[in-house]
């Protein structure tokens, strides 16, 4: 079975600042590791994903994340908040063999002060 | 715009009845996954269809049913229901049978309110 763990509910930043959402997963095989976003009353969005094909991954809007095999972890960071990345963000993890099924964190929420 | 399309937005109802959710999956799409989130459970995966048939089934309850039609929209079914029901409920359709293969797009959620 795979999970992953978000450390952190919520995270402020100031703008301009650097963000950094922690994100830890566990699988028994290769994982596949993604990052999501949501904006209030909207569905989520992807924002990027780990295929194993190169370990930093860029995605939309400036964000980037970077798989840590001896870390076990996907932290996904972006150099300079903006106000509109204000949201909340999901990693999750889905693997050959594991049905189907995108597994999702718990949710990091972030907030960006002026 | 993701092309998803969920109806209804907002469903307010009574313990004990029972409701529909539809999705409509993008243009083109053979998967529907159907996600509960909730502030005490987070998002759960309950079930995928991939072309007609349920490929995939996570943590749904006996009194959770779902079906994919041949036009390839998808209904969630909820009966019996329950205070603890109360959730927004996510449509996500993609090309592929897995979400390994490619992006799953969400719809904006159909929020359950059982009173």
């Known amino acids: 079975a795979q999970s992953v763990t978000q450390l952190g509910s919520h995270v402020s930043v100031s703008e301009g600042a650097l963000v950094l959402l922690r994100c830890n997963y566990s699988?028994?095989?290769?994982?596949?590791l993604f990052w999501y976003v949501q904006y209030p009353n909207q569905g989520l969005q992807l924002l990027l994903k780990?295929?194993?094909?190169?370990?930093l991954v860029k995605g939309i809007n400036g964000f980037e994340a970077e798989f840590k095999k001896s870390e076990t972890s996907f932290h996904l960071t972006k150099p300079s908040a903006h106000m509109s990345d204000a949201a909340e963000y999901f990693c999750?993890?889905?693997?050959?063999?594991?049905?189907?099924?995108?597994?999702f964190g718990t949710g990091t929420q972030l907030k960006v002060e002026l | 715009d993701s092309g998803v399309t969920q109806t209804p937005k907002h469903l307010i109802t009574a313990t004990g009845q029972r409701v529909t959710l539809r999705c409509s999956p993008r243009?083109?799409?053979?998967?529907v996954y159907w996600y509960q989130q909730s502030l005490d459970q987070g998002l759960q995966f309950l079930i995928q269809?991939?072309?007609?048939?349920?490929?995939a089934k996570g943590n749904i309850l006996e009194r959770f049913s779902a079906q994919q039609f041949p036009d390839l929209h998808s209904e969630l079914n909820l009966s019996s229901l329950e205070l603890g029901d109360s959730a927004l409920y996510f449509c996500?359709?993609?090309?592929?049978?897995?979400?390994?293969?490619?992006?799953?797009?969400f719809g904006e959620g159909s929020r359950l309110t059982v009173l």
């Open positions: 996500a359709s993609s090309v592929f049978n897995s979400p390994i293969a490619g992006e799953l797009f």
């Open positions: 699988s028994s095989v290769p994982p596949y």
């Open positions: 780990y295929t194993s094909a190169a370990t």
């Open positions: 999750a993890v889905s693997a050959t063999g594991g049905g189907n099924k995108l597994t």
């Open positions: 243009s083109g799409d053979l998967s």
């Open positions: 269809y991939y072309n007609g048939e349920e490929r």
